[in-house]
């Protein structure tokens, strides 16, 4: 079954015995319960300890999440799901099961998520966690730190916030797994239309379902999509640790995966035009998209991309601007809205100083390539001449 095709049906439609007249609802309901009942005590006692499927704790487990969590196995092909609260969640989680029985030791990417990096610099080092970087996208010195440091968790982003690198995911994680590491990718930007990371050979791959996923700017959460070994891990963590994305907010991501791929395909297509609009500008410096020929990592974007799909993110620099100028373009814009999120259906700008890697040293942000003039667009559904033109007025 293709994954268009998934995203609508999966997770849904499942009989619920207790209901009279063997009725399905045709969208899983929104089970607000905290606790469940059953006939007998010693039933409960089988379901509490595991022996029989069911539900009995909504820390545990919860039928609306459950749909969601089946939902988002299929779109990853993985064997199970975990959701959560928020993206950062499932990244903490993820990692926490990475190295339950490993050497406590991260192997990170370079370019990250600024609040990813405060994860691993902040709480994780302090709490005696070796964490190391290392530029994801040179394969030698990948290889070489994993040597050196023989890490228990390598973490990589499928398409890096805001830069747009891409690794080459298949071969990491063979060094990965070579190496007994658990490889952990963060595959918000790409989506499962884009990229599976378990297809080639991750561990775990994580989402902020808050972004394309859910894609309306009204949930929080985040999933966690596990080979067997690792959903065992996370199932087990969650029970104790109580990460649980709310009924309600899987209710709605449920239902904006629904109609998710044909929202990516067009904003690939929007993020295309926007992206070489952009390039001809004479106000911008530098366009970051991966549809450029002269991407640096195009030969693995050609690889491990579908044709003609390069995401919707379009990362891009104006001509001598700092924070002042930056802050008047923005103000200029009329359409694009002017958030910290991105992957909604409304077309978003962020910049990255002052929000995504806001917490990242200035000489950090300047050795990875986030100068002061640049901005991170999410270019959204609408009419692409409506974006481009609002661009150009704001740009003026």
Not at 121 to 132: D, R
Not at 371 to 387: N, P
Request: hydrophobic residues 40%; negative net charge; charged residues 20%.
């Amino acid at each position: 079954m293709k994954i268009e095709t998934k995203a609508i049906h999966a997770g849904d439609r499942k009989a619920d015995p207790s209901k009279p007249g063997g009725f399905v609802p045709v969208t899983t309901p929104i089970y607000t319960a905290a606790s469940y009942i059953y006939e007998s005590t010693a039933q409960l006692d089988r379901v509490l300890g595991r022996e029989e499927e069911g539900y009995c704790y909504s820390r545990y487990d919860n039928p609306t999440n459950a749909a969601l969590e089946e939902l988002m196995a299929s779109l990853e092909n993985g064997h199970g799901a975990l959701a959560c609260s928020s993206g950062m969640t499932a990244v903490h989680i993820a990692l926490l099961a990475a190295l339950s029985d490993r050497r406590k030791s991260i192997l990170a990417a370079s370019a990250l998520y600024g609040a990813t990096t405060s994860l691993l610099n902040k709480v994780l080092e302090p709490l005696g966690i070796q964490v190391n970087f290392v530029d994801i996208c040179d394969l030698d010195k990948v290889r070489a730190k994993i040597d050196d440091h023989q890490p228990g968790c390598v973490l990589m982003e499928t398409i890096s916030n805001p830069l747009l690198r891409v690794g080459d995911m298949d071969r990491i994680a063979e060094l990965a797994r070579a190496a007994g590491a658990a490889l952990v990718v963060d595959n918000t930007f790409a989506t499962p239309l884009l990229v599976r990371p378990l297809e080639h050979g991750a561990h775990m791959s994580v989402h902020s379902v808050t972004k394309f996923l859910a894609g309306h700017g009204d949930v929080m959460g985040g999933v966690i999509v596990s080979d067997q070994e690792h959903h065992v891990i996370t199932r087990n963590l969650s029970r104790t640790i109580g990460p649980m994305l709310g009924p309600f907010e899987s209710y709605l991501t449920m239902r904006g995966i629904k109609t998710f791929a044909l929202r990516m395909e067009r904003q690939c297509s929007n993020a295309c035009r926007v992206a070489s609009w952009l390039a001809s500008h004479p106000r911008v410096s530098k366009v970051h998209y991966l549809a450029d020929p002269a991407h640096p990592d195009a030969a693995v974007i050609r690889r491990l991309l579908p044709e003609g799909l390069f995401g919707a993110i379009v990362t891009f620099e104006l001509k001598d601007a700092g924070k002042q100028e930056m802050f008047r373009f923005m103000d200029r814009l009329k359409l694009v809205v002017r958030a910290t999120s991105l992957g909604d259906v409304h077309s978003l700008i962020l910049y990255p100083v002052i929000a995504s890697h806001r917490d990242v040293s200035p000489k950090q942000r300047e050795r990875l390539g986030i100068h002061d003039g640049l901005v991170r667009l999410c270019v959204g559904i609408e009419a692409v001449d409506d974006i481009v033109a609002d661009l150009e007025q704001a740009l003026a």
